[in-house]
């Protein structure tokens, strides 16, 4: 009975398309013949004549292909509009040029039941009475408020059984509508429609077609409708993917005729497809909820386009700060890149290190914890592939800097490094390689500004901090470690002017010999 019943339905829906095209054809060739030589007409004619064909040769029972549908279905509202306007500029009356091209509402009823209004209802002409009363279809042309009211549809046209509504002003509906026991089709088409409540056709007990494409939604939740045979489109609208439209995936009804043609528009995802997007989001969301990271949060941040063009790579963000982690979790969803872990208990990295799950992770925040040292991860693949570390407040005081400025070096993708609010130590040696390293790398660590170091005041015993990228020796040495500094460095550069010496005098010596036979004097007078 349910198939008998849907069967019935896409008849009657496909019929009453047919009849929709014929009246149109109808009124063309009434149109035509007070239009004379009129090219754009012929080619309405010819195009009309179309699809009548087109639609009479498909068998009654079955389904319209999409883009058949779409013709049908999508572009009523803005091809009849468009039709009239090229038309009015023969007719007299309401019609006339003069009206059509002011501000003021202007409606042409076409019988026998059709009414086209531009800019608006006149509701002078419908409370009046007369052929208005024998509305059936009603469409709204060039719609020039930001509101559209659909209560007045009761009032002015009770009867009315299918509605069309364009125009790039209107944003949103100031009501549901009502209940309209005549009322199979909705279109809305074409305009800045953002938002529909999920009851707003729930009183249109014989709603059949809901078209909504070429708005500006966002979001929906499933529509709540009195009949279980309507056909919903949704196409060409601005799809925010990263709200939750998981129950797309469930929808088992077919209700929502082009869901899968769906697109996203919103910087994260723009041009993935909707059920994609949620596909992914329902996966990342169930492996969330593993005992590692239960208290966690996870989703997808971005879908990446495969190399191929064929498929396409979640980029997943873990978010586990502030959750009373005493180690990095052992487990991560697939293809995590970014994981936020801060204002928790962790004391070590080891886990990016040994953990398989921790390969694909590039940015990773451990802001707030208690990490004293980083040196298990010199010489790491990790290191040398990371894109984002941050390690602001906890309790490093010395890392090994040519270890991290190696794989700095040997890494083409590292993005920041964030390393203020840590105890660093004002050690002699460590302060001065630090401060090189900072200067050098001061577009990459984003925070060295604030980056400062300690040392223990000899008068008071305290703590005395300093900035790194400004400290001197004469801040931090103390006169010892500074007068051994300073021999060092005078011994290594008389080291350095003896070893130039000594190469000079080789290569004097070898041009000696070439030039004359003569031994050096030194080797002469070895015995």
């Not at 209560?151 to 125009?167: H, M, N």
């Amino acid at each position: 009975m349910a198939t008998i019943a849907r069967r019935h339905t896409s008849s009657d829906s496909l019929s009453s398309s047919a009849w929709f095209m014929c009246n149109s054809l109808s009124d063309t060739r009434i149109t035509s013949s007070i239009i004379n030589n009129n090219n754009n007409n012929r080619v309405i004619i010819s195009s009309a004549v179309a699809v009548v064909f087109i639609l009479l040769t498909v068998p009654v029972t079955g389904q319209l292909p999409l883009s058949l549908q779409n013709l049908v279905v999508e572009n009523v509202a803005i091809g009849e509009c468009a039709f009239r306007q090229s038309a009015a500029g023969q007719l007299q009356g309401p019609a006339s040029p003069s009206n059509l091209n002011s501000n003021r509402p202007v409606c042409i009823f076409t019988p026998p039941n059709r009414t086209v209004c531009f800019r608006g209802i006149e509701t002078k002409r419908f409370q009046a009475g007369g052929k208005f009363n024998l509305t059936r279809w009603l469409i709204l042309c060039d719609w020039p408020l930001k509101t559209f009211d659909p209560l007045i549809l009761s009032r002015l046209v009770p009867r009315i059984e299918r509605l069309a509504i364009t125009g790039r002003t209107l944003q949103r509906l100031v009501h549901d509508f009502p209940a309209l026991p005549y009322l199979r089709m909705v279109n809305i088409t074409g305009t800045r429609l953002n938002h529909t409540g999920v009851n707003a056709f729930l009183e249109l007990e014989r709603l059949q077609v809901l078209n909504l494409r070429g708005n500006e939604l966002e979001q929906i939740q499933p529509y709540r409708f009195r009949s279980g045979h309507v056909e919903v489109y949704l196409q060409g609208n601005l799809w925010n993917c990263t709200n939750d439209m998981i129950w797309l995936l469930k929808e088992q009804s077919r209700q929502y005729v082009d869901k899968p043609t769906l697109v996203c528009k919103d910087w994260k995802y723009t041009g993935r497809p909707v059920l994609t997007a949620m596909e992914y989001k329902r996966v990342v969301r169930e492996s969330c909820l593993h005992e590692e990271i239960w208290n966690c949060s996870c989703h997808v941040s971005y879908l990446r386009l495969s190399d191929n063009g064929l498929s396409f790579h979640p980029m997943i963000m873990v978010n586990c700060s502030d959750r009373g982690f005493y180690q990095l979790p052992q487990y991560l969803p697939g293809n995590t890149t970014v994981l936020d872990i801060s204002r928790n208990k962790l004391q070590t990295v080891d886990s990016l290190t040994t953990n398989e799950h921790y390969q694909s992770v590039q940015d990773i925040y451990l802001d707030e914890n208690r990490i004293t040292t980083i040196d298990i991860l010199e010489d790491t693949i990790w290191l040398d592939n990371f894109r984002i570390l941050s390690l602001r407040r906890n309790r490093l005081n010395r890392i090994r800097v040519y270890s991290v400025e190696h794989a700095i070096e040997r890494n083409p993708g590292v993005g920041k490094l964030y390393l203020s609010n840590n105890p660093w130590r004002c050690g002699c040696r460590f302060a001065i390689r630090f401060q090189r390293f900072l200067r050098k790398h001061e577009s990459l660590v984003a925070d060295s500004r604030n980056i400062t170091c300690y040392f223990i005041n000899d008068d008071d015993g305290r703590k005395q901090y300093l900035p790194v990228l400004t400290v001197t020796p004469n801040d931090i040495c103390r006169a010892s470690e500074h007068n051994t500094a300073a021999f060092y460095n005078t011994l290594s550069i008389i080291f350095a002017s003896l070893i130039v010496l000594i190469f000079t005098k080789l290569a004097y010596d070898y041009y000696h010999y070439r030039k004359y036979g003569k031994l050096p004097w030194l080797i002469m007078k070895m015995p």
